[in-house]
């Protein structure tokens, strides 16, 4: 019999553990990465400094492509790694070798971001007001921190609060990445990205599954701030918000979507959703906001379509490790850390099919299709003006619905009802397992490069709060995280969520 869980009936609990866990670990990969490591992050932070500094897009600059812009920053920020830090690319170079000056004289410098919406620079750069230094840098990486953990403990405290699905709460788990994690920690809207998504992909699951009836005017306030937040934060936002509310709708079904769309305060959420999507959409198109720079593998002369759609479709294994754990685009992480996330979002992919009913199996089939389409597509489409650019964490916000979507069919299902506890257990390891492994090759790689000891507590390179302190913090928080998670999916529901609950049979095994 599941115990009823004191954590749960006070969900302010919930949404400060998970929070405080959240950001622990995010803290962990902020100090063990070195300044400016973190992708494109050089680009980001003369963004967000300018932007500080009364420069919301800055100048068009001669002779480049729109992508491009031109914007005053301290040479703090503009010459500490440009164009890479030194060891970039050079995976056996420890991050000893980068020496950032403290020069606080303001200097043009080029970012190829300068066009991007500018809520998550606003949200991040203020440390930059107070202080021109390093200890700045650190600030706006634990500025980054916090929002993004905010979203993540909102994203937990929805399930616990709203939802009889605990098996989501695995699926989250699953969702959060050592990649995610790690584009958290540093200055790149990539973190906040995901973790608003994570976020809109929980909260809509439960409204549209569980509470699409009578929907707590919460749940409705936390699922159009993720959207709005969402839209507002990559130029592909947009197109990702609106993706996963179409699977989302489909998995509802229309008529109670047009029954949740007459309620007066669905209609305010979905209003005040709808104008910052058409604020992001004006501002990508007047900004040029989705403009590139050529960057990536170029297209041959007389190269066809077909062998261009076949480069990128062909890129999906390289995508798929960046997405699971590849920091710096150089460093990977351990076999074992792809096989826990391999084997973790498969088994959760194939039970769902298996125990769904065809509709639903059908919608989650539709998401495996766009998710492995979608980037394919857009590699296409500009692939001949800027080359082969996709990264797998630009497919992130879409993809971790997959690991989501699947937990809750599989919640709605009676096949799975006896194995949930152990799949968690067994899941919930691994997973573990496999991110700390993921930090521990990260940090050592920074510390004393890849080629180096095992023993990297005293290498050349030693992050803030030195490497012992932080592997063992990352690994406490880490398996803290877990075990809240585990605690909270073994527990009984509250009140509000097994009454609120549409009613509706549990479906069988196997049903159509």
């Given at each position: 019999?599941?115990?009823?869980?004191?954590?749960s009936?006070?969900?302010?609990?919930?949404?400060a553990?998970?929070?405080?866990?959240?950001?622990?670990?995010m803290?962990?990969?902020?100090?063990?990465?070195?300044?400016?490591?973190?992708?494109?992050?050089?680009?980001?932070?003369d963004?967000?400094?300018?932007?500080?500094?009364?420069?919301?897009v800055?100048?068009?600059?001669?002779?480049?492509s729109?992508?491009?812009?031109?914007?005053?920053?301290?040479?703090?920020?503009?010459?500490?790694?440009?164009?890479?830090?030194?060891?970039?690319?050079?995976?056996?170079?420890?991050?000893?070798?980068?020496?950032?000056?403290?020069?606080?004289?303001?200097?043009?410098?080029?970012?190829?971001?300068?066009?991007?919406?500018?809520?998550?620079?606003?949200?991040?750069g203020?440390?930059?007001?107070?202080?021109?230094?390093?200890?700045?840098?650190?600030?706006?990486?634990?500025?980054?921190?916090?929002?993004?953990?905010?979203?993540?403990?909102?994203?937990?405290?929805?399930?616990?609060?709203?939802?009889?699905?605990?098996?989501l709460?695995?699926?989250?788990?699953?969702?959060?990445?050592?990649?995610?994690?790690?584009?958290?920690?540093?200055?790149?809207?990539?973190?906040?990205?995901?973790?608003?998504?994570?976020?809109?992909?929980?909260?809509?699951?439960?409204?549209?599954?569980?509470?699409?009836?009578?929907?707590?005017?919460g749940?409705?306030v936390?699922?159009?701030?993720?959207?709005?937040?969402?839209?507002?934060?990559?130029?592909?936002?947009?197109?990702?918000?609106?993706?996963?509310?179409?699977?989302?709708?489909?998995?509802?079904?229309?008529?109670?979507?047009?029954?949740?769309?007459?309620?007066?305060?669905?209609?305010?959420?979905?209003?005040?959703?709808?104008?910052?999507?058409?604020?992001?959409?004006?501002?990508?198109?007047?900004?040029?906001?989705?403009?590139?720079?050529?960057?990536?593998?170029?297209?041959?002369?007389?190269?066809?379509?077909?062998?261009?759609?076949?480069?990128?479709?062909?890129?999906?294994?390289?995508?798929?490790?960046?997405?699971?754990?590849?920091?710096?685009?150089?460093?990977?992480?351990?076999?074992?850390?792809?096989?826990?996330?391999?084997?973790?979002?498969?088994?959760l992919?194939?039970?769902?099919?298996?125990?769904?009913?065809?509709?639903?199996?059908?919608?989650?089939?539709?998401?495996?299709?766009?998710?492995?389409?979608?980037?394919?597509?857009?590699?296409?489409?500009?692939?001949?003006?800027?080359?082969?650019?996709?990264?797998g964490?630009?497919?992130?916000?879409?993809?971790?619905?997959?690991?989501?979507?699947?937990?809750?069919?599989?919640?709605?299902?009676?096949?799975?009802?006896?194995?949930?506890?152990?799949?968690?257990?067994?899941?919930?390891?691994?997973?573990?397992?496999?991110?700390?492994?993921?930090?521990?090759?990260?940090?050592?790689?920074?510390?004393?490069?890849?080629?180096?000891?095992?023993?990297?507590?005293?290498?050349?390179?030693?992050?803030?709060w030195?490497?012992?302190?932080?592997?063992?913090?990352?690994?406490?928080?880490?398996?803290?995280?877990?075990?809240?998670?585990?605690?909270?999916?073994?527990?009984?529901?509250?009140?509000?969520?097994?009454?609120?609950?549409?009613?509706?049979?549990?479906?069988?095994?196997?049903?159509?």
């Amino acid at each position: 019999m599941k115990r009823i869980s004191v954590v749960s009936a006070k969900p302010w609990r919930v949404f400060a553990t998970a929070f405080a866990l959240a950001f622990l670990m995010m803290l962990a990969w902020s100090l063990a990465t070195p300044l400016f490591a973190g992708p494109d992050e050089t680009a980001h932070v003369d963004r967000t400094v300018s932007l500080w500094r009364g420069q919301v897009v800055g100048w068009t600059m001669h002779g480049r492509s729109d992508a491009w812009t031109a914007v005053n920053a301290p040479r703090l920020y503009s010459d500490g790694a440009m164009p890479f830090p030194c060891f970039a690319f050079k995976d056996t170079v420890p991050a000893s070798c980068e020496h950032i000056g403290h020069s606080r004289a303001v200097v043009p410098v080029a970012t190829y971001v300068g066009r991007y919406p500018p809520l998550y620079y606003a949200a991040v750069g203020w440390p930059s007001a107070a202080t021109t230094s390093t200890a700045g840098l650190y600030l706006m990486r634990f500025v980054s921190d916090l929002v993004s953990a905010l979203f993540v403990a909102l994203a937990v405290a929805v399930v616990v609060v709203w939802s009889k699905s605990r098996l989501l709460l695995l699926g989250i788990l699953v969702a959060l990445t050592p990649t995610a994690l790690y584009c958290a920690s540093v200055v790149n809207p990539s973190g906040l990205e995901i973790s608003a998504a994570l976020c809109l992909w929980c909260s809509g699951l439960v409204l549209a599954l569980e509470r699409i009836d009578d929907p707590p005017r919460g749940l409705i306030v936390i699922m159009a701030t993720s959207i709005c937040v969402l839209v507002l934060t990559r130029p592909l936002s947009p197109l990702w918000a609106a993706l996963i509310l179409v699977v989302v709708a489909l998995l509802a079904g229309p008529r109670p979507v047009l029954r949740l769309l007459g309620r007066r305060d669905v209609r305010w959420a979905a209003l005040v959703a709808l104008a910052a999507t058409a604020f992001a959409i004006v501002w990508l198109f007047t900004q040029h906001a989705l403009d590139v720079p050529p960057s990536g593998a170029q297209v041959t002369p007389g190269e066809t379509g077909g062998q261009i759609f076949a480069t990128a479709f062909g890129s999906w294994g390289f995508w798929f490790h960046q997405m699971v754990g590849t920091f710096g685009d150089d460093t990977a992480s351990p076999l074992l850390t792809y096989v826990s996330w391999s084997v973790a979002s498969g088994a959760l992919l194939l039970l769902a099919l298996a125990c769904s009913r065809l509709r639903r199996a059908f919608v989650l089939g539709l998401l495996v299709v766009l998710v492995v389409f979608v980037p394919v597509l857009v590699e296409y489409a500009r692939a001949r003006s800027v080359g082969f650019i996709w990264d797998g964490r630009y497919t992130i916000p879409l993809a971790i619905g997959i690991p989501l979507v699947a937990a809750v069919l599989i919640d709605h299902s009676t096949a799975m009802t006896s194995m949930r506890s152990r799949l968690t257990v067994v899941l919930g390891v691994g997973i573990t397992l496999g991110s700390f492994l993921a930090f521990a090759e990260a940090l050592r790689r920074y510390t004393v490069g890849v080629t180096g000891p095992l023993d990297y507590f005293h290498g050349p390179w030693s992050p803030p709060w030195g490497a012992l302190t932080l592997t063992l913090g990352y690994l406490a928080g880490s398996a803290l995280f877990t075990a809240f998670l585990w605690y909270l999916a073994t527990t009984e529901p509250p009140t509000a969520a097994r009454k609120g609950a549409r009613t509706q049979p549990t479906e069988p095994a196997f049903a159509l």
